[in-house]
């Protein structure tokens, strides 16, 4: 057995654990693979700048930052997309978002068609009915499962839908901001990456107080 090999590996892990006191990388082999993308990354002056965010030099993390960050953003597109809908038949910007999904993707459940838009079944049976009001989607029994019911854009729908595309379009490159082509591509992985994470845990519907301490166990975030 060639030895020499297991004594680089130990030079490696000593080096890194040198370099490691400020803890920036978890202390286990994900913070040591992180630590070694990094440094062949600074090798080759490809690593990015650690960028600065509010608070930042009180101590605050960086999970805190992307939180609020989120939340703003998610205020911001709010605001354009009340607007987008102002003088219109809709209430809500929940109401033209899910005829989006269903003229995108067809018929589907009720509970589909919430679970899609990410809202808990009270408040997604709210938007149907209100929907189903207006007469902008149409409701029909499963063929497999008459306890379903099948949802489906109505012609109407699709007419209001169409009044306010424009609006609506317009409101989306304003959320979009003045990213580069490059970095809203970035930004969608990044995004994505984070809807894969957190759509199967919403998927499983833990209650409220268990929510935290079950996923803070299973996915062993450590402070």
Known sequence: MDYSKVTD????????????????YADDISGLRKWIADSENRKRGTILAEPNWEGKENGRSPESAISTLLVHLNRY??????????DSGFATQEDFIYLI???????????ELIKKNI?????????????????????????????????RISDEGKTALDRQM?????????????????????????????DRFHYPIFSRNIKTKDLIPTVYEEYSFKN
Do not use: C
């Open 9 to 24: 590996i130990i030079k490696l892990i000593q080096e890194f654990e040198s370099e490691n006191t400020s803890r920036k």
């Open 77 to 86: 597109a709010k605001t354009y997309s009340k607007s987008a809908i102002s």
């Open 101 to 111: 999904t269903l003229k995108a993707f067809g018929e589907l459940t009720k509970m």
């Open 119 to 151: 809202h808990e079944k009270p408040a997604g049976m709210l938007i149907i009915t209100r929907l189903l009001k207006q007469g902008w989607i149409i409701q029909t029994e499963s063929e497999l499962d008459r306890r379903n019911k099948i949802i």
């Open 166 to 194: 424009e609006n609506i379009r317009k409101a989306t490159d304003i959320v979009a901001g003045n990213l580069t082509l490059e970095e809203k591509m970035d930004l969608i992985r990044i995004l994505n990456k984070l």
